[in-house]
């Protein structure tokens, strides 16, 4: 069976730094891709950003370019999530999906894990 387990989320104050986990098991890791999307109260899911296991290639929305970093450690099975400067407008539940690379399909998600960013 496949998992997606996201944790990390917090309350923080503008300005701060967070980082999320997205631990995979039930796949083999190398062979995917997993990305991070966020859903704010209200509003419809977005992507966040997304990098291909196997060469490490990321992606991101303009949002969060330059503030946020995307990475992995294969031996863990983990994908991070690393949020800098964070503001207000950040404060979301934050979802790990697989697989989000081009021509993919968003098969397997997380259960989420709130941010909240205060003011």
């Known amino acids: 069976e496949v998992q997606l387990v996201e944790s990390g989320g917090d309350l923080v104050q503008a300005g701060g730094s967070l980082r999320l986990s997205c631990a995979a098991s039930g796949f083999t890791f190398d062979d995917h891709s997993i990305g991070w999307f966020r859903q704010a109260p209200g509003k419809e899911r977005e992507g966040v950003s997304c990098?291909?296991?196997?060469?490490?290639?990321?992606d991101y929305a303009d949002l969060v370019k330059g503030r946020f970093t995307i990475s992995s450690d294969n031996a863990k099975s983990t994908v991070y999530l690393h949020m800098d400067k964070l503001k207000p407008e950040d404060t979301a539940v934050y979802y790990c999906?697989?697989?989000?690379?081009?021509?993919?399909?968003?098969?397997?998600w997380g259960q989420g894990t709130q941010v909240t960013v205060s003011s």
């Open positions: 999906a697989a697989d989000c690379g081009p021509g993919s399909h968003l098969e397997y």
């Open positions: 990098i291909i296991i196997s060469d490490g290639s990321t």
